[in-house]
T-cell receptor, first 112, second 115 residues
Framework: GEDVEQSLFLSVREGDSSVINCTYTDSSSTYLYWYKQEPGAGLQLLTY?????DMKQDQRLTVLLNKKDKHLSLRIADTQTGDSAIYFCAESRGLRASKIIFGSGTRLSIRP | DSGVTQTPKHLITATGQRVTLRCSPR?????VYWYQQSLDQGLQFLIQ???????AKGNILERFSAQQFPDLHSELNLSSLELGDSALYFC??????????????FGPGTRLTVL
């Protein structure tokens, strides 16, 4: 099917690492993305990874891609209250990666 | 600020009515996408336009239609509204040609409430 799947909720303690997982279906996806949606706002691209990469690190963010299992994860180190948001996994499809399929989003909440 | 604008910000209407949501893409972007976000369905892709022509269709109901005008702004028309159409409607744009990863830039959304 077309689904990009991710769990709906994740709760972590402030200062711990958060790991948000996602599975996708199209092995020919060119790019895989993580978008962040803060309360009352639209989605914003957080990071992305090209499909020929296994890992990408950007400050507190680490993206891991397992193409064999079609599994993508986002690790946020030292999670802060400002990281509270909904995180969407997405994959690109089609010509020039013009079609992007989003997961349903994982709501990350931070507890003190 | 993503550069994508949407109006109105909020819309309250009654069942059976018809509304039009408007989107202005980032300057230079040729593609416009419409999404519906509701609590029970998550983020659903509705439709994409590229330079005035329909490019891709998602889970868009027959009661809904969209168009993209020569100045590249887009409108989403929702008719015969039902309670279940209450949701956040997002517009996104892409395609300026400078982004290697086809990033979509999202507007702030229009919150539609059908009473």
């Amino acid at each position: 099917g077309e689904d990009v799947e991710q769990s709906l909720f994740l709760s972590v303690r402030e200062g711990d690492s958060s790991v948000i997982n996602c599975t996708y279906t199209d092995s020919s996806s060119t790019y895989l993305y993580w978008y962040k949606q803060e309360p009352g706002a639209g989605l914003q691209l957080l990071t992305y990874i090209f499909s020929n990469m296994d890992m990408k690190q950007d400050q507190r963010l680490t993206v891991l891609l397992n193409k064999k299992d079609k599994h993508l994860s986002l690790r946020i180190a030292d999670t802060q209250t400002g990281d509270s948001a909904i995180y969407f996994c997405a994959e690109s499809r089609g010509l020039r990666a013009s079609k992007i399929i989003f997961g349903s989003g994982t709501r990350l909440s931070i507890r003190p | 600020d993503s550069g994508v604008t949407q109006t109105p910000k909020h819309l309250i209407t009654a069942t059976g009515q018809r509304v039009t949501l408007r989107c202005s893409p980032r300057s230079g972007d040729l593609s416009v996408y419409w999404y519906q976000q509701s609590l029970d369905q998550g983020l659903q892709f509705l439709i994409q336009y590229y330079n005035g022509e329909e490019r891709a269709k998602g889970n868009i109901l027959e009661r809904f239609s969209a168009q993209q005008f020569p100045d590249l702004h887009s409108e989403l028309n929702l008719s015969s509204l039902e309670l279940g159409d209450s949701a956040l409607y997002f517009c996104a744009s892409s395609g300026r040609g400078t982004s290697e990863n086809n990033e979509q830039f999202f507007g702030p959304g229009t919150r539609l409430t059908v009473l």
